[in-house]
Every structure is written in structure tokens, then in C-alpha cells.
């Protein structure tokens, strides 16, 4: 197992290139099953979640290659089972995709319950009564979910809560089903509306993804096509936070700016500067500028996304005054808190609120991460702490983030990656 060793306290002078959307590939992947055809993905991140769908795929019999380092060649046609590999689909949440493009295809899926980042009970009741409503008769049994549907008809239905994956599970399972679906409350996320792009670009008929009511024309069969995925907006927004952090001047190439609008203006409250251009946007603060206090409350898109919501906290450890962080999405996410605790954040949470009394500094310490983005939040503090920070764990931080560690060099950070087993190097943090 590997760890990151990070010595922090230097500003960040440079720029990265986002690689492909986590959220997005990991849709657009099981989706492929829809598809009788060669579906060629362009900007596919290399990422564990990636690795763990490649390798389902390939069990499931699809025939699945790389054209080049960032280019997946899928082919599905000849896949005629419609069970995924349990042990496989328990090692990310994004699996859960495949019962929509199963039963879709198939009229049937053999699905095992998902795993992934498990920082809180994570139902998929929502999911369900989709399937239902479009006709299929869904069970859970020994842990797998078992979906069969004699035939599957579109029907309206009304989200309790604008689920992503509800969302695109529904629109999965709804693309060659007969007649019209709607999707009412539906979640908006960028990577929503790549999935969508995606099926269009392969014959689906999918109109309004992007607005809180997509409707879905079932056709009855897809075809192959190419498709680029969209930049991860995600990772624009940790770079975005680590700059301000850090302080320095970063440039975040290959972004779509709009997909940025509530993080931008977060960062800029923090008192960073961004600078906006087509398709790249310019963090900065100097160092003498204070980091100010911000209050965060995490919305469905476009509101503040949850998912930056722990790069934000990392963010504001260090501002002058008491920042307060209220998660809305999830019950509860703020298992980062403690191992940020370690390098001296003064943090604390009441129920689905975290109040983050600006300290002078944080200093380096042995931390583990939790999960993909209670891990990014120690990066982001170990970039700004005083002295060595040992990061393990680590790989669910590479679940969804591309070349994270060269990146990070490329923009003057000092950090190693070790084995877990090298010598504790942040004893030498207390040599003072
Ligand atoms: C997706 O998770 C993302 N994962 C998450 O990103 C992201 O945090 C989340 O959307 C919110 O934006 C992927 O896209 C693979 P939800 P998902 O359904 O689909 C409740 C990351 O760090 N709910 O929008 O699981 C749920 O418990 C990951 O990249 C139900 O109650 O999120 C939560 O409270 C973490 N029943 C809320 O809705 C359901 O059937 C939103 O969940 C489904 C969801």
C-alpha cells in the first residue's frame, strides 16, 4: 500500500490540465451496455473507479480495449449476460448502474448492493421505485438486487430528492423502454447531462437533462458512436481550494467555466482571486493577503457541490474567524474532521454543520484518508501545514484523481510517494 508524503508551507506557482469527469466516466461506462456497437470514449480518466469498471465489463463479456492511454473502445454486443461480478461491483458506488443498463437491455439484472465511499448509509430506494414504475418487479436477495421486468413502459415519475443516481439509473433503464418517461425533481449535475449527451450520441432520445425535468423517448435500439467526456468539475474546484490554500498563482486548463459558477464564488469569498478565460481559469492569492472566513451550505447543482465540500474546510482551517460548513446532500460527511484534527484544525461538528475557528497554522502529522474526499482535504491542509504529513490510504484518493502526485509537483509541491511500510518520516516533524 502506498502513502503520500507531503512537506507543506510553500505557495503554488504553475498549472494543471483537469482530466475527464470522474462522475461522468463512471455512467458512461455502464452505459455501454445499452449500445449494440463500438462505443469509442475519448478523455477517459485513469482512475481505480475505471480499472474497477474495466474489469466488470470485461467479466460480464464485453469486449473492451484501449485505443490509447485515454481512449476506451467498448463493445457490448455480443454480451449476453446480466449479472455483474458481486465482489467487483462491492469495490464502487458507481456499479448500482448497472442494474438500469441491465435491466434496460435485457429486461433483467443480477446486481450486487454497491460499496464505494461509504462515509454514510447510502440507499437506493430512489433507484427502485423507478424501475418499478417503469414496469419492473425489483427484490433484494443475498445482497444482490434482482430487477426483471416482463416488458418496461415509460411512465412519469416525481424524485423525492434530486438524486444523481437515481437520475441517470431511471434514464439508464428508460432509453429502450416503450413510450415516454418523465422525470420530474431530477438532479442537473454536469456529469447528468454528459451521461445523457452520451445515449443521445448513440440514438437515445433524451431531452431536458440539465433541468429539473428530463424526458426520455424510448427508441428501440442504440447504436455506436464516439464521445468525449467532459472535464471534471470536481477537480477544477480541489485545485481551485489547494491554490487559495496555499496561496501562490495556479492556471486550471481544459475547464468549462459554467460548471464552476458556486465554487468560484466561494474561493474568491475565501479572498483568492480567479481569473475567468474560455476555457482555463487563473487562482491566486498572495501570501500576504489573509485567507477570510466563508460559509458553505452544499446544494444539489448548481449550488455548492458536496463533493468540494471537504476541500473547502481544508480551505477555511486557516482563515481569520469561524467559518461555518452545512451539508445538506448526505446526513453526515465530515468524517475527515478528526485526521484534519491531527494537524492542529480546530473543527466541530454538530449534526450536519462543522465549525472551523481559523487557527495561525496547522502542522504536519501522520493522517489517514477515510474516503476519495476526506482524503483530498488532507492533501490540501498537508500543502499548508508546517513540516511532514504522512498521508495513507491513499488509494481512495486515487479512485478519482488522474496523476494527482505529478500534478501537484508540477506545481512546485514537495511530495513522495512511499510504501506503507518506509519508515515514519513525520518524526522528523517534531525535530525542532
Ligand atoms: C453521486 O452520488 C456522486 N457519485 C457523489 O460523488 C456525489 O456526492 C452525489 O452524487 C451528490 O452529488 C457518483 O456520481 C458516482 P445522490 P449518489 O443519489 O448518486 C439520498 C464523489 O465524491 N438518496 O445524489 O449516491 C442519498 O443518501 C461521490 O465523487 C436516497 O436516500 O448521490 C443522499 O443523501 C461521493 N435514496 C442524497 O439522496 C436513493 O435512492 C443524494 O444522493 C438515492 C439517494
Do not use: W
Not at 437533462?209 to 472535464?231: F, M, N, Q, W
Amino acid at each position: 500500500m502506498k502513502k503520500y508524503v507531503i512537506s507543506g508551507g510553500k505557495p503554488l506557482y504553475g498549472e494543471v490540465s483537469l482530466s475527464g469527469g470522474k462522475n461522468a466516466v463512471v455512467g458512461i461506462i455502464p452505459a455501454t451496455v445499452l449500445v449494440k456497437g463500438v462505443c469509442i470514449i475519448e478523455n477517459v480518466p485513469n482512475i481505480n473507479d475505471v480499472r474497477e469498471l474495466y474489469e466488470i465489463m470485461e467479466k460480464m463479456g464485453a469486449d473492451i480495449s484501449y485505443i490509447d492511454e485515454k481512449t476506451l473502445r467498448v463493445d457490448c454486443t455480443n454480451v449476453v449476460s446480466y449479472v455483474a461480478d458481486y465482489d467487483a461491483v462491492r469495490r464502487l458506488r458507481a456499479s448500482y448502474y448497472l442494474i438500469g443498463a441491465l435491466l434496460g437491455r435485457f429486461r433483467h439484472a443480477r446486481v450486487g448492493l454497491p460499496g464505494g465511499c461509504s462515509f454514510v448509509e447510502r440507499p437506493i430506494d430512489y433507484h427502485i421505485k423507478g424501475f418499478e414504475a417503469l414496469g419492473a418487479k425489483v427484490s433484494i436477495e443475498h445482497g444482490i438486487v434482482i430487477a426483471d421486468a416482463e416488458k418496461l413502459e415509460g411512465a412519469s415519475m416525481n424524485l423525492d430528492f434530486p438524486s444523481v443516481g437515481a437520475t441517470v439509473n431511471i434514464m439508464l433503464a428508460a432509453v429502450l423502454a416503450d413510450g415516454l418517461t418523465v422525470i420530474e425533481n431530477a438532479g442537473k449535475e454536469p456529469h447528468i447531462v454528459d451521461i445523457a449527451n452520451f445515449l443521445n450520441a448513440m440514438g437515445a432520445q433524451i431531452k431536458g437533462a440539465g433541468t429539473d425535468v428530463i424526458k426520455i423517448r424510448g427508441v428501440s435500439e442504440l447504436h455506436g458512436g464516439r464521445y468525449e467526456i467532459i472535464p471534471d468539475q470536481i477537480e477544477a474546484g480541489t485545485f481551485m481550494a489547494a491554490a487559495a490554500a496555499a496561496g501562490g498563482r495556479v492556471t486550471i486548463r481544459n475547464v468549462i467555466p459554467k460548471h464552476l459558477e458556486s465554487i468560484s464564488a466561494k474561493i474568491e469569498a475565501s479572498g483568492a482571486t480567479v481569473e475567468e478565460f474560455d476555457d482555463y481559469i487563473i487562482v491566486s492569492r498572495d501570501e500576504n493577503t489573509p485567507i477570510k472566513k466563508v460559509n458553505v451550505k452544499t446544494l444539489p447543482y448548481p449550488g455548492f457541490p458536496t463533493d468540494m465540500q471537504s476541500q473547502m474546510a481544508a480551505l477555511l482551517c486557516r482563515a481569520q474567524g469561524t467559518s461555518i460548513i452545512t451539508e445538506t446532500i448526505f446526513s453526515y460527511r465530515f468524517q475527515y474532521v478528526d485526521e484534519l484534527r491531527r494537524m492542529g484544525a480546530n473543527l466541530t461538528v454538530d449534526g450536519n454543520v462543522c465549525i472551523v475557528e481559523g487557527v495561525e497554522k496547522l502542522t504536519g502529522a501522520a493522517v489517514k484518508a477515510e474516503d476519495l474526499r476526506a482524503g483530498i482535504s488532507l492533501v490540501i491542509a498537508a500543502l499548508v501545514a508546517e513540516g511532514i504529513t504522512e498521508i495513507s490510504e491513499v488509494r481512495f484518493i486515487e479512485r478519482g484523481y488522474e496523476n494527482l502526485v505529478d500534478k501537484l509537483l508540477s506545481l512546485g509541491a514537495n511530495v513522495k510517494v512511499v510504501d506503507d511500510e518506509a519508515e515514519p518520516t513525520v518524526s522528523e516533524a517534531k525535530i525542532s
